[in-house]
């Protein structure tokens, strides 16, 4: 779940949420400090997206989303125009 979050991070902001030399540098950054939501990165981005992406990437694994199909769930609404 949390790759998928981070892919959506990337296409919404064309950035890569924590960048790193070595895995090892990349995952000191990830425990060190909190990620900048995409809408503090990148104009335009759609509040329920981001909503969706942070709860995608949140830390502790009970706080995201159950399954992929969860995750998918909440873009076909967005999609929608339905609640997310």
């Known amino acids: 779940i949390y790759a998928l979050g981070v892919v959506l991070y ?3 902001t064309g ?3 924590v960048e790193g030399q070595t895995p090892e540098e990349v995952f000191h950054r990830l425990r060190a400090a909190a990620l900048l939501p995409p809408t503090a990165v990148a ?11 942070c709860k995608a990437m949140a830390r ?3 706080d995201r989303y159950a399954s ?3 995750l998918a769930a909440d873009v076909r ?3 929608a ?3 997310v």
């Open 68 to 70: 992929a199909e969860a």
């Open 43 to 53: 104009n335009g981005v759609p509040p329920a997206l981001d909503a969706i992406c």
């Open 77 to 79: 609404r967005w999609l």
């Open 10 to 12: 990337h296409i919404l």
């Open 81 to 83: 125009d339905e609640p």
């Open 15 to 17: 950035h890569l949420p």
């Open 60 to 62: 502790l694994p009970a």
